[in-house]
């Protein structure tokens, strides 16, 4: 039972309901570019241009979107950020670039979660989903299931509904109807309790898709009536000339073209008014094939060919052989004694025909072989476009956190460390004008002179971890020292040997690399229970070797992947985005080995 039609059409409207004029990119530009724009507008300006930009094939969207997503980088909000990057999936699903589109509506997904903005990607993930569906339909399940799960916490009614009625024709696609049945009615029931009446219509008409490929004809059509009222009331030609289209393929399929015929023309005059090119090429393909039921060769020819018309395509083998046959029909019909010479013709046609479709073939098969090679080509260039754009992305958001981390340094150092150093001053000077009236009174102002002492150093070392001064103005084995300084020797003996490390490298390069140290230390302190840690880094002209063993309790190497945390996670990303590789060993109760390769060259060393 081949798909209705209504499906298809939701997809198209979908995509064709992005409305943009010339006057709101302007003016929305012209916020970006305004010296006085405030930050809060122009980020809105960056979001709201994007939106509008993505599915236009704008030749302005790529060098907006990445315009945007820096901006949002530098003044540190990783919500608009998200929202930016969901209009890049958005644009590159409207070119049809499925890999390029699921990248970054994972991205955007991943940020709006750690956000906290469940009910964002819970939209994302109903797009993912809808991707998946035609061909991957588990995996669009299982998105769909996400989806559900935040819409349901939230009480998200209209959420819910879209939901089940997008996971409802997954699993017809599936061909298990009667969960499709079960979700589109679970739809139907939401959707009447909120009196949404747009929303009622696509349900019923889901159902009576369902139920037509059942064979259940009867609830079909009730249910295809019943959505009929509903949007006859409210005058929406677009819902209703497919309405009028769906009831041509139920009567189409119960064997009543008589019926059928009427509807579909209904169709026609509803989609001429509202230019609905591709319903009226569908309805006049579907009105040919009905006329044949019923006889009327001439009014099938004449269909076949505004069918043709619209498509606007030029000549192929099949479009040829189904007018010629129809027209074949049509003159029998007109005069019998016709017969034999029509007869004739159609033989002579078929030797013309196969040898044309001997020559096409070979025509096609050197075609297929150019056409090969040209798509591995444009693959490779796809895969590093896609590697570029991901490089740029995580980049900018390394750039952004490695920004956040100095700020709050210089906030801590420069503004409460000093007013902490001050408070100590003023305490001191104190202490020789007041008459302590005895030894506790004096033993207790001199605590409190002592915490406000260590309070000054803890302030002054969280400030050097966020941004230690070794590495802005020495070396990346002076930062390294300086950190390993601050452990508590008693608690932990860290072993440090660093070689090749003379040169100062590039700034990136040696923030990174301590931050891998930093947080690949700080995993062993938090959780390994080591009494003793190894580190050794090694460089020469090629790479940089960094091996980290400590003697602590260790783990399964293969639950890690269930670890919550993000410490390892954060240690594979950095090393990825310098493009190296990271091995784990470990054991429970035998202390754990990481192992890190860096190559010298550099992702932003290409930029």
Partial sequence: MKKRYYVLILGLFTLHSFVFANNGKDSLQNIIKSQNTSTTKKMAAYVQ?????????????????????????????????????KNKAKYYKSQEKRDSA?????????????????????EIYNEIARIYRRDEVDRALHFYDKAYAIYDKAKDEKGLAIILNESGMAYQNKG????????????LEIQKRRNDSVGIGYALEFLSGAYLIKKEFRKSKDYLL??????????????????????????????????????????NKLARKIDFLDLLSHNYNLLSNLYQQTGEYKLAYESMNQHYAIKDSLFDLQKSKQIEEISVKYETEKNK????????KILKRNYAIGISIFLLLALIGIA??????????????????????????TKAVMNAEEEERQRIARDLHDGVGQLISTAKMNLSSLESHIDFKDENQKRTFENAIHLVDESCKEVRVVSHNLMPNALLKKSLADAIRNFIHTIEKDKLKVHLY?????????????????????????NVIKHADASSLDISILKDAHEINLTIEDNGKGFLINRISSFDGMGLKNITSRVLYLKGTVDFDSEPGKGTLVAINIPIKTPYEDA
Avoid at 337 to 344: F, P
């Fill in 49 to 85: 241009l994007t939106n509008e930009l993505a599915g236009q094939n704008d030749p302005d969207f790529k060098k907006t979107a990445d315009s945007g997503i820096k901006y949002a980088a530098k003044i540190n909000d990783s919500v608009q950020m998200a929202f930016i990057i």
């Fill in 102 to 122: 699921l990248l970054y509506f994972y991205e955007s997904s991943a940020l709006f979660e750690r956000q906290n903005h469940p009910l964002e990607a819970a």
């Fill in 176 to 187: 298990d109807l009667d969960e499709a049945i079960r979700r589109y009615s679970s739809s």
């Fill in 226 to 267: 019943e959505s009929l009222k509903i949007r006859t009331e409210l005058k929406d030609t677009f819902a209703l000339a497919i309405n009028y289209t769906n009831l041509g393929e139920f009567y189409q399929t119960t064997n009543d073209p008589h019926q059928a015929i009427p509807n579909v023309l209904l169709s």
């Fill in 337 to 344: 004694s016709l017969i034999k010479e029509q007869n004739l």
């Fill in 368 to 393: 297929f072989l150019l056409f090969k090679r040209t798509k591995l080509k444009n693959d490779l260039k796809l895969k590093q476009s896609i590697i570029k754009e991901q490089e740029a992305s």
């Fill in 498 to 522: 660093m070689e090749g490390f003379e040169e100062k490298l590039d700034q990136n390069l040696e923030s990174v690399l301590y931050r891998i140290v930093q947080e690949c230390v700080n």
